[in-house]
């Protein structure tokens, strides 16, 4: 568990949108200033959410938030592609009302918060919680360096990839 968890919270796909949010923004019709200022808020979702874990976490349950969140995300993610792929399609073109790109946002938002009130900050806690003290040094550094590998890999591949789909 203390490995996968990490590992499961990677595949959440996280990191694709905070790292890349400007330029989904941009992509989905936002202007230069207007696609830094949703990942402004998103980034501010995604704080204002971590809050919410950590004041229920004791209280609700770390599996509840856990499954919560999980089901939040897909849910999101689902509604997100559906709603790229129904405008953009195959083709990568399209016109984007601004109404539409701003439910578009919504759901990135409502993905970032489920993230941020479960997989977020609990994929921190609960492996720190599994063993005792002496032997967290030890794990975390394994558990750190298997994290970055699978950060670095996923940046690394969408970055290729992504010009191949276009």
Known sequence: MSFLIPKF???????????????LFKTIGFGDDASLMAAIITGMVNAFATVVSILTVD???????????????????????????IKFGTSGQGDVS???????????????????WSWGPLGWLVPSEIFHLEINRNKYKYKYKYKYIYIYLFIYLYIYVLPKLS
């Open 9 to 23: 919270q990677q595949l959440t796909g996280i990191n694709m949108v905070m790292f890349y949010a400007p330029v």
């Open 59 to 85: 209280r609700i349950g770390r599996r509840v938030l856990f499954l919560e969140g999980g089901v939040q995300m897909i849910i999101a993610q689902v509604v997100v592609g559906t709603l790229i792929g």
């Open 98 to 116: 601004k109404p539409y790109a701003i439910f578009v946002v919504l759901f990135i938002c409502v993905f970032v918060s489920g993230f941020a």
